[in-house]
Every structure is written in structure tokens, then in C-alpha cells.
């Protein structure tokens, strides 16, 4: 993900190995919040605080992790990205089981929660995406 990650990318601005999660070329720049549309509750607050690993394919692709703090529905956190291996600010919001966050190069992730999983697309800046993937370990 232009968004933050890590992985290769055809994108002439990544390296061979830049894929995002959540991954995003290395000069990118910082991460920016993304609001949740959706009109249903806030989930519990800090359900989603805790460390997530997760993995990210289509235009890049890659393994992430992160890290949320969760107050209401707003979520912040870190990413630590496999490519570049790159530790970055990340927020994001959720509202009942939608899930919005952005990271690096202004990639946006939006997805569904369902317990300790969660899941969706990303798309970029100029256009590409892919899926992602996550699973709560702590």
C-alpha cells in the first residue's frame, strides 16, 4: 500500500522490494487519518488495542504488523512494514465492524472486524490495490 507497507511493486516509484500492507515506497510521505462512513455504533473501546500480524497482496504485497490503540472508534498506532523495513505512524477509525485507516503515501485500508480477524482492500493513489489480511496476536 502506498499506504504503508512493504513488498516488491511494479510502481516506478518503489523499489523491487517495496510492498505495502501495507506497503509504500520509501518516500512516501507521513501516514494520514481516514474516517469511517459508516453509521453504526463505535466498536467497544479498546477492543482492537493490541498487536495485529497481517499480510497485503495486488499491486504490492508483503507482511505487516501493527500495533492500535484504540480510544472510542478512533485507532492509533504503528506499522512495521517487512519492505522497506520501516516502522511508521498509522491511524484509522471503526464504527461497528467497518474499519478505515491510512498509512504512508496516502494509501487507504478499509475492511471488516470480526473477532480477533480483520480484513479488505487497499487501493492507491494512482490507483492500484489489493487485499489484506490480519489476525490479533496480543
Known sequence: ?????????????????????????????PATAATATTSATPAPSGELSGAWSGQYSGTYSGTFNLFWQQSGSSLRGTIKLSAPATTLPISGNVTGSSIRFGAVGGVVYSGSVSGTSMSGSYTTPTGGGGSWSATKTS
Open 1 to 29: 500500500m502506498i499506504l504503508a507497507g512493504c513488498g516488491s511493486s511494479s510502481s516506478s516509484t518503489s523499489t523491487a522490494t517495496t510492498t505495502p500492507a501495507v506497503a509504500a515506497p520509501a518516500s512516501t510521505t
